[in-house]
């Protein structure tokens, strides 16, 4: 029982020894490494992030203290940290930019598309009738209701209804709906 106890005694000092030598290392070096990592990717939050994430490695692996070696372990691990967010960051904007580009690709696709449909539209609206054409684009261009066309074109609204629906009924066809 006491050889436990005493085990577990020592133990507990050696913890409260790696506590102060992990501050010691902190304060003498953190700046450094800061500073090092800022050095190569000037983001100074990010530079800070990764310092502090180096000594939080240190710390969670519990690795025993030499001043020169830790310190050493320090910078390889800040330094591997910055590499692995930079190639994160890189592939990150890789995808974000092949996003884009086929979004821009599906674009240009619906402009042309758009524009294909547009010119159809209006060689069909050129081969309507005078009577149709001027009945479809007084509804759908000016807003008109069939009433106002009517009262405009003095014909009744039945005619209005009848060159319309011809007109969509053309319209339909050539657009292939």
Known sequence: MCRFFCNFESRHNLFLVTK???KYLYDTYFDSIRSYIYYRCGDDELATDIAQDAFLKIWEKDFDYDDGGLKNLAYKIASDLFVSQYRRQNLNTKYINEIR???????????IEYKELKSTYEKLL??????????????????????EISERLNISIKAVEKRMSKAIKELKKGLNY
């Open 20 to 22: 102060d030598q992990f």
């Open 101 to 111: 580009l086929s979004s821009t690709n599906e674009n240009i696709s619906n402009d």
């Open 126 to 147: 050129g081969q309507l009738s005078e009577k149709c054409r001027l009945v479809f684009l007084m509804s759908r261009m000016e807003e008109l209701s069939y009433r």
